[in-house]
């Protein structure tokens, strides 16, 4: 059997491999790294995680990203394998030692028989003879392959800013200003309801604080990055202070849910969260604070936090620009390239965001790759699923008028608003009241999870079998 060739060794490329070779598929898997690197990357290994370490909530019943962790376990995903095996304590979501997790998924598939792994870069359109490959080549794709694709398609590919945050080491933190609780004291996967870090500031420590990101140094754009907007999901925490005073206290600042146990009787104006970024718990990040400033102007103004002022850091912020396509016109239902079949997309560079997104969109592309390799029936994920309703925003799917006339597509997270409705109301009360508020909302999550899981449920019994 003639092997997929899947170019790209991030989350995607990984989960995808996995998902192919599972189903006694080979697979080549072809990843640059560390020959040659990239301006995030700063190892070799198979999906590296080059901003958080967060896959982000694990709640299946109520949020859409925990849903989409639910499902991926479902089917088998290597990704949540590895991350649930390397968890670190987080509060309700599900995080994980980047170094540990980065080595087991690199583990698993070296050390899968019908997987090849080859370090090189594909700097081009691949060979003709390869009629079934993957591209999940990531935002960070290279400029040769981007340019054979925009030559394919005669489309321009669009691209946003995406953005780092700093780790600081935690024995530089000064515990006797900070406290570790997590907020409203909620526990999750390996947590305790005590696992961010948190620096309190009063109005006049907060507003110092904002004047300084608003004028701090931060990084030059070259001409031709002036006009790539930023990702709403990912703002530099300076670009967040520009946009009002109170942006960055009902952001990433927001002092709700936590308590002081140092001045119990004083309620924070702001708090900065830091959370465990290793299992070690020698290093956490600076949740939200992603930044664009000068790495010298990083130190100056992270230093007038309380709690942090003799913060040391083993990684600083940084600026990076990602490239996606505009996969609605691009893009069959089965993320083929509509205009050269042979080569399929997955993962952020096709237009979803997020390290679950973009691997749960390579674990699909892995199915279609393998199925249609067997001679099966390429058959997509509902609609009603997390699967599904990603698919939908990534292909257009769920956009009937996508040929009537411009469309602005933009990167996505998974959410709910992107399920179809439920067919019955789950508002009436079987006494005959009705819910309201954030009871109502809370049950319509539950009803559209419960809905997910049963069609994935009844769609993964279709998929093909795995190898013996």
Known sequence: ????????????????????????????????????????HKTGG???????????????????????????????????????????????????????????????????????????????????????????????????????????????????????????????????????????DKSG??????????????????????????????????DWEASTPYFDGCLPVEVMAERGRDTLRWGPMKPVGLTNPHRPDEKPYAVVQLRQDNRLGTLFNMVGFQTKMKHAEQVRVFRMIPGLEQAEF????????????????????????????????AGQITGCEGYVESAAIGLVAGLFAAAERRGEA??????????????????????????AGPRSFQPMNVNFGLFPPLERSVVKLPGGGRLRGSAKTAARKQALSARALADLDAWRGALPAAAE
């Not at 060794?9 to 080979?26: C, H, N, T």
């Not at 390429?378 to 996508?402: M, N, R, S």
């Open 1 to 40: 059997m003639q092997p997929v060739h899947v170019i790209g060794g991030g989350l995607a490329g990984s989960e995808a491999a996995w998902q192919i070779a599972y189903r006694g598929v080979p697979v080549v898997l072809h990843e640059m790294r560390p020959g040659r690197a990239t301006a995030a």
């Open 46 to 184: 198979l999906a590296e995680l080059v901003c958080s370490n967060s896959f982000r909530s694990d709640d299946a019943a109520t949020n859409a990203v925990g849903l989409l962790h639910a499902e991926m376990r479902r089917l088998g995903s290597l990704i949540m394998r590895a991350g649930d095996a390397n968890q670190v304590p987080a509060g309700g979501a599900l995080a994980v030692d980047r170094d540990a997790f980065s080595a087991a998924v690199t583990q698993a598939l070296d050390g899968h028989p019908l997987i090849e792994i080859v370090r090189e870069e594909i700097d081009g359109l691949p060979p003709d003879d390869w009629d079934n490959v993957i591209v999940a080549t990531g935002p960070l794709t290279s400029a040769a392959m981007a340019e054979a694709v925009r030559n394919i398609t005669g489309e321009r590919s669009l691209a946003f800013f995406d953005a780092i945050a700093p780790i600081v080491h935690r024995d530089s933190i000064d515990m006797g200003v900070a406290w570790a609780q997590s907020r409203y």
């Open 189 to 222: 996967p390996g947590g305790s309801g005590a696992d961010y870090l948190n620096c309190p500031l009063d109005r006049d420590r907060y507003e110092a604080f904002v004047d300084a990101l608003v004028a701090a140094e931060t990084v030059a754009f070259h």
């Open 314 to 345: 083993a990684r600083l912020g940084g600026i990076h620009r990602n490239t996606f396509l505009d996969s609605p016109r691009l893009l069959d239902p089965t993320l083929r390239l509509k205009a050269m079949p042979r080569l399929r997309f």
């Open 378 to 403: 390429v058959v997509p994920p509902p609609a009603t699923t997390a699967h599904g309703a990603l698919l939908g925003h990534i292909t257009g799917g769920h956009v009937v008028t996508i040929d």
